[in-house]
């Protein structure tokens, strides 16, 4: 699986888009930017994947470059309540892959 | 619909003891993940099944097994407990291979002693 690179930490005031850049440079064609997110003393929860497509959902937009080298997940207007850590994972969709999480991006939402 | 339950949610165990987690994926999923999450490692993938078949295996020692049954519950065994093995182990249960739209439950919190 493709190596991916977060910043640790970000902050975000409350009502305003969060945009969590991930980089995965060494992404191989057959494999997918998924999003995930863990709040505090939960399980991880999926928020949104894709290919090569910009994709959209209730929750987030992902935003991939063109080379593919590089993913923004965006939360358009940000409540108290995303306040999490926030991975991004690149893995095949077959067999050969190990679903590494990384350390992730820990955002903050502030009143 | 139910989501993922594991249980126990809590467990304690002395080394040297083995240990068996439960997973019940969501009604339907076929495929079942595992992961174990420590506060210096992060979270780590431990194994993947789908139809009662391993699909994927993490970079853990062989003291670390599981299996999942015809209606999709799997279980995941610790045998040989040491200190290090104290983590939250996590379920994901999905409809197909792989990471799209995956569902985790709540985990189970393990601590050896």
Known sequence: DAKTTQPPSMDCAEGRAANLPCNHSTISGNEYVYWYRQIHSQ???YIIHGLKNNETN??????????RKSSTLILPHA????????????????????????????????? | KAGVTQTPRYLIKTRGQQVTLSCSPISGHRSVSWYQQTPGQGLQFLFEYF???????????????????????????????????????????????????????????????
């Open chain 1, 43 to 45: 399980g991880p929860q």
């Open chain 1, 58 to 67: 209730e929750m987030a937009s992902l935003i991939i470059t063109e080379d």
């Open chain 1, 79 to 111: 409540t108290l309540r995303d306040t999490a850590v926030y991975y991004c994972i690149v893995r095949g969709n077959t067999n050969a892959g190990k679903s590494t999480f990384g350390d992730g991006t820990t955002l903050t939402v502030k009143p």
């Open chain 2, 51 to 113: 139809s009662e078949t391993q699909r994927n295996k993490g970079n853990f020692p062989g003291r670390f097994s599981g299996r999942q049954f015809s209606n999709s519950r799997s279980e995941m065994n610790v045998s040989t407990l040491e200190l290090g093995d104290s983590a939250l182990y996590l379920c994901a249960s999905s409809l197909r291979q792989g990471l799209a739209e995956a569902f985790f439950g709540q985990g189970t919190r393990l601590t050896v002693v």
